[in-house]
């Protein structure tokens, strides 16, 4: 868990390295233990307004993937920065068009030690064909619970936040310099 401040350290970081007409905006820096998620607005592709809904989707598509073909060098270069820095991989999406396409994204692998009940409730998700396996039924699972638990995922995050800077004022913490003792016993 890292905090708003180490966040928005990496959001900064990336906003000042990135080439300036990479992403029209860079819309979303997000962090995890294995993975650096970095989004960023493109444009999406004129057509004509009587375009069909088939031709949209197709124009989206070849888009994000001519972006992706032609920054791949410049991102490559980023990230191997980023990932030497930060110490974990980064990936890379885009929102085009009110579409978001992720590529070069890290599946990590969860262990995991489920009861026979919660086992059913993933078979009962592939054998309803939401799912293709137990992975991608847990993966579904976690999905739904995000939805749905925004707000009180947010609250733990900041109470988890506010553990992080109570233990950081411990006994074993580093004194900061701004505000240690003047040599004279003066403050």
């Known amino acids: 868990m890292i905090t708003n401040e180490q966040r928005e350290k990496l959001r900064g970081w990336f906003a000042g390295r990135l080439p300036d007409d990479l992403f029209e905006e860079l819309t979303e820096v997000t962090v995890d233990r294995e993975e650096i998620m970095v989004v960023g607005r493109i444009p999406g592709p004129r ?3 009587d375009a069909s809904a088939a031709e949209r989707e197709a124009a989206l598509e070849g888009r994000v993937q001519e972006f992706r ?4 060098e ?4 980023v990230a191997r ?8 991989k980064v990936s890379w999406g885009v929102d085009c068009g009110g579409r978001r396409a992720l590529f070069t994204h890290v599946a990590a692998p969860v ?4 009861r026979q ?3 059913q409730v993933l078979d009962t998700l592939i054998a309803g064909g939401v799912a293709r396996s137990r992975s991608d039924a847990l993966a579904w699972c976690v999905r739904l619970v995000q939805r749905h638990t925004d707000d009180w995922l947010a609250e733990l995050r900041d109470s988890l936040e506010h553990v992080h800077r109570v233990r950081a004022q411990g006994p074993d913490a580093e004194p900061d310099p701004d505000h240690a003792p003047h040599p004279s016993g003066e403050s």
């Open 47 to 49: 057509l004509a307004e």
């Open 69 to 72: 073909e032609r920054t791949r």
């Open 74 to 77: 410049d991102r490559m270069a």
């Open 81 to 88: 920065e980023a990932e030497h820095r930060f110490g974990r």
């Open 111 to 114: 262990m995991t030690r489920l």
């Open 117 to 119: 009940p919660e086992r």
